[in-house]
């Protein structure tokens, strides 16, 4: 969750071959992927997604956050 924080995709790539699951939660139940679709950060989001994040049961939450922050292609994602 500090790696996103920053977003230093080498070191979560780093993370990643050290077999870290990208679906582990922080203290507040929140995937990293939890917290992309919070912040409306599609790109990020769509980082983890192409990494194995289980994005499965996010698109509501996906569709409001996309709406609010004005993020159409995570609009987009949530409505396909």
Known sequence: HLAH????EKIIEYLLERKISLD????AGETVADRAIEQGDF??????ADRGA????KYQSALVSGIVRGE???VSWALD
């Open 43 to 48: 790109k990020k989001m769509m980082f983890y």
């Open 72 to 74: 159409k292609d995570m």
């Open 5 to 8: 924080g920053s977003f230093d």
């Open 24 to 27: 582990q939660k922080n203290p």
């Open 54 to 57: 289980n994005l499965a049961g």
